[in-house]
């Protein structure tokens, strides 16, 4: 196991398209968190899934992000209607249980135009 | 949120101990304290993380006040490796956690 991955690492797009990314945790982590990075700022806490249930996702930014994690495994965060504010980096983090360290990944960098 | 405050930057000779502060004055009796560590153009890397007691590990020292509102990351000898962005965070439910700015250590060779 090579750690967290995610897919793509760079994503240029139009104001106005959806655009979906996926993250590939450790295996048999069941903690799977999504955060968004703008520049010169900590990571932004938006949602977490405890296996395939999403426990909280009160943070997520607008009702045009939603994220899934349908079999408890891999999981992806889609934003509908892009705007050039989603422009960041998304970190998708992993982790065995509660209150132990979590282990990110590489991000995919956003870019609106 | 549970709220971390850092000085935005800090350096260290190389080969020399490094103590990052951070204040945490809102903690509550069960947010753990993590410090996660940040390269540019890559995602954070655990560094320590503790709950009451001082903690060590391969990579550093947590020292955490008695009263709780404060603790210190402590890197035995920088090396230039160890230059990236720190981060003090809280993790009150233990599901998971608040980011500040941060610290950016500068290594002097």
């Known amino acids: 196991d090579t750690g967290v991955s995610q897919d793509p690492r760079h994503k240029i797009t139009k104001r106005g398209q959806n655009v979906t990314f996926r993250c590939d945790p450790i295996?048999?982590?069941?903690?799977l968190y999504w955060y968004r990075q703008t520049l010169g700022q900590g990571p932004e806490f938006l949602t977490y899934?405890?296996?395939?249930?999403?426990?909280?996702k009160s943070r997520l930014l607008s009702d045009r992000f939603s994220a899934e994690r349908p079999k408890g495994s891999f999981s992806t965060l889609e934003i509908q209607r892009t705007e050039q504010g989603d422009s960041a980096m998304y970190l998708c983090?992993?982790?065995?249980?509660?209150?132990?360290?979590?282990?990110f990944g590489q991000g995919t960098r956003l870019t609106v135009v | 949120d549970a709220k971390t405050t850092q000085p935005n930057s800090m350096e260290s000779n190389e080969e020399e101990p490094v103590h990052l502060p951070c204040n945490h004055s809102?903690?509550?009796?069960?947010?753990?304290i993590h410090w996660y560590r940040q390269l540019p153009s890559q995602g954070p890397e655990y560094v320590i993380h503790?709950?009451?007691s001082n903690v060590n590990n391969r990579m550093a020292s947590l020292a955490i006040a008695e009263d709780r509102k404060s603790s210190t990351l402590i890197l035995h000898r920088a090396t230039l490796r160890d230059a990236a962005v720190y981060y003090c965070?809280?993790?009150?439910?233990?599901?998971?956690?608040?980011f500040g700015t941060g610290t950016s250590l500068t290594v002097i060779p």
């Open positions: 983090a992993s982790s065995p249980q509660m209150n132990t360290e979590a282990f």
């Open positions: 965070t809280l993790d009150p439910t233990g599901n998971q956690f608040y």
């Open positions: 809102t903690i509550s009796g069960t947010d753990y």
């Open positions: 503790g709950l009451t």
């Open positions: 899934f405890q296996n395939e249930a999403q426990l909280e």
């Open positions: 295996s048999e982590h069941n903690r």
